[in-house]
T-cell receptor, first 112, second 111 residues
Framework: DSGVTQTPKHLITATGQRVTLRCSPR?????VYWYQQSLDQGLQFLIQ???????AKGNILERFSAQQFPDLHSELNLSSLELGDSALYFC???????????FGQGTRLTVV | SQQGEEDPQALSIQEGENATMNCSYK?????LQWYRQNSGRGLVHLIL?????REKHSGRLRVTLDTSKKSSSLLITASRAADTASYFC???????????FGKGTRLHILP
């Protein structure tokens, strides 16, 4: 158990809908990362927060947004969903940047 | 791009043999990490090597880093069935907290 909790584990939704994925980082970790992993692909970096502030942004679509709350949990919002958004979405946390990251078990999103 | 690229994409070896995976990257890095992912599950951190280090060991794992060639290798000795997984290298740059992953090497240990 990495100490990072992601909910829900599975999500099935229709095209055009909006979903929110939640991540609770490891106790004491200030940094949260979000990644997207499509079938048989590597992890695409989406966005990183540190202590509530956006720190780095990857190739995140405009339809996607995220935030980190004062209690350090984070949410990833995906809107106007398309079939191609079906993927595993991982959250990871670390104590600060440039150290090992601890991953949650992911949320498997299926858009139908 | 910063993204690491693992080689080979897939590797099958007999149990007990050593497995070597390579990672190449394009920009200067601060740290390089290796992670393991069992099918469809979260990634597990294996080892971190800093840019000023050349070699690191952890149990049956040995990682080398050659910053002049912008490459790293992960050696798993005496492989076991439980080592079957995908292995990813990940890099970050100085003053840039992004951790960028490669596409991984799929390792299959044959009984």
């Amino acid at each position: 158990d990495s100490g990072v909790t992601q909910t829900p584990k599975h999500l099935i939704t229709a095209t055009g809908q909006r979903v929110t994925l939640r991540c609770s980082p490891r106790s004491g970790d200030l940094s949260v990362y979000w990644y997207q992993q499509s079938l048989d692909q590597g992890l695409q970096f989406l966005i990183q927060y540190y202590n509530g502030e956006e720190r780095a942004k990857g190739n995140i679509l405009e339809r996607f947004s995220a935030q980190q709350f004062p209690d350090l949990h984070s949410e990833l919002n995906l809107s106007s969903l398309e079939l191609g958004d079906s993927a595993l979405y991982f959250c990871a946390s670390s104590s600060h940047g440039n150290t090992e990251a601890f991953f949650g078990q992911g949320t498997r999103l299926t858009v139908v | 791009s910063q993204q690491g690229e693992e080689d080979p994409q897939a590797l099958s070896i007999q149990e007990g043999e050593n497995a070597t995976m390579n990672c190449s990257y394009k920009t200067s890095i601060n740290n390089l990490q290796w992670y393991r992912q069992n099918s469809g599950r979260g990634l597990v951190h294996l080892i971190l090597i800093r840019s000023n280090e050349r070699e690191k060991h952890s149990g049956r794992l040995r990682v080398t880093l050659d910053t002049s060639k912008k490459s790293s290798s992960l050696l798993i000795t005496a492989s076991r069935a439980a080592d079957t997984a995908s292995y990813f290298c990940a890099t970050d740059r100085y003053r840039d907290d992004k951790i960028i992953f490669g596409k991984g090497t799929r390792l299959h240990i044959l009984p």
